[in-house]
């Protein structure tokens, strides 16, 4: 055998064995415990649905799941960090749909969710809830809005901070219905709830059930409307932007939650990843947990969760450019 034969030979053994070892660990996935890096605070919204969750998935999968929270830049700072991550399977990231929102706004290209990672799958959706102070007498959302404009300069509208997904959806909303309103940015929406309440705001977009149900059943508040296509279960009572609001049919927006890898992850584990999400998302205590944050499940493969997130991306980039809300 000539000696060029005898290297093509061997080189071609070497790619199959690697490929036999590779499937193998595939196979075997997960041996060993998994980092979930979740950018964002302890007991906030995510973490407190992503604590819940991955409990239920480390049992399925059958290995630990260990949390590291990595706050700040809207999850940019956690989005970084899975960038330089090896496509492993052992180091994920739970993300909102500020993946989608963050890299736009702070100009991270290299952040694009479509390009950097792939979705492993999609979990829960959380609508916004339009809140207005007890003071405010609206009947309803569309009432509400024909307020604002009359008057802009009465209302103040509070966020969870400049950027957030709530502002951005308050923004949105305002310019398809050629309404302003003053925006005043909080550290988040616990202290923007607050101040509502004590009426020195006049309206917000909360994203977090379990922190508004309290102000909303104590009358402290007034909840006019959600914005996602069909009403929450956790408020079947309060109607949808899209349902009661003209120039707002069909709207849908709001705070949604995706298990992410680095690119590259294999397929295979992709799958895995998923199919123990989507078990855990029928649990009946996950499902009582996740009632009470008003979040429902999103049944979806990792390929329809990863084309969701990429119209998303799409859709909320170009809203930041057209209203100009970069962050620095």
Same mark, same amino acid.
Do not use: H, M
């Given at each position: 055998m000539s000696k060029r034969r005898l290297a093509a030979s061997l080189a071609a053994l070497s790619l199959t064995a690697s490929g036999a070892v590779?499937?193998?660990?595939?196979?075997?996935?997960?041996?060993?415990?998994?980092? &979930?890096?979740? %950018?964002? !605070?302890?007991?906030?919204?995510?973490?407190?649905?992503?604590?819940? *969750?991955?409990?239920? +998935? =480390?049992?399925?999968?059958?290995?630990?799941?260990?949390i590291e929270n990595r706050p700040g830049a809207g999850g940019n700072i956690a989005a970084a960090e899975l960038l330089r991550t090896a496509p492993d399977g052992y180091k994920l990231m739970y993300g909102?749909?500020?993946?989608?929102?963050?890299?736009?706004?702070?100009?991270?290209?290299? &952040?694009?969710? %479509?390009? !950097?990672?792939?979705?492993?799958?999609?979990?829960?959706?959380?609508? *916004?809830?339009?809140? +207005? =102070?007890?003071?405010?007498?609206?009947?309803?959302?569309?009432?509400f809005y024909g307020e604002i404009k009359q008057d802009p300069q009465r209302y103040f509208m509070g966020t969870s901070g400049n950027g957030s997904v709530d502002h951005l959806v308050g923004m949105e909303?305002?310019?398809?219905?050629?309404?302003?309103?003053?925006?005043v940015p909080y550290s988040g929406n616990g202290p923007a709830l607050t101040d509502l309440a004590g009426g020195n705001t006049g309206f917000m977009y909360s994203g977090s059930f379990n922190s508004a149900m309290p102000f909303i059943q104590s009358g402290q508040v007034r909840a006019l409307a959600v914005t996602s296509a069909h009403r929450s279960e956790a408020l079947p009572d309060v109607p949808t932007l899209s349902e009661s609001v003209p120039g707002l049919e069909s709207f849908d927006a709001g705070t949604w939650q995706?298990?992410?890898a680095p690119k590259g992850t294999p397929t295979p584990i992709l799958h895995k990843l998923n199919d123990a999400l989507q078990t855990a998302l029928k649990d009946p205590d996950v499902l009582t947990s996740l009632r009470f944050q008003g979040a429902e499940a999103m049944d979806m493969t990792p390929e329809q969760c990863q084309q969701y997130v990429d119209a998303e991306f799409v859709r909320w980039t170009a809203t930041v450019e057209r209203l100009g809300l970069k962050l620095n």
């Open positions: 590779w499937a193998q660990s595939t196979d075997n996935y997960p041996s060993k415990p998994i980092s &979930l890096l979740i %950018g964002f !605070a302890p007991g906030g919204p995510t973490d407190a649905i992503g604590r819940v *969750l991955f409990r239920k +998935v =480390s049992e399925l999968l059958g290995q630990p799941i260990v909102t749909s500020s993946v989608t929102t963050a890299p736009a706004l702070f100009s991270r290209d290299d &952040l694009n969710p %479509g390009k !950097a990672f792939v979705a492993a799958g999609c979990s829960v959706a959380v609508p *916004l809830i339009l809140l +207005v =102070s007890k003071s405010n007498k609206a009947p309803d959302a569309r009432a909303i305002a310019d398809k219905l050629d309404v302003n309103a003053e925006t995706v298990l992410l």
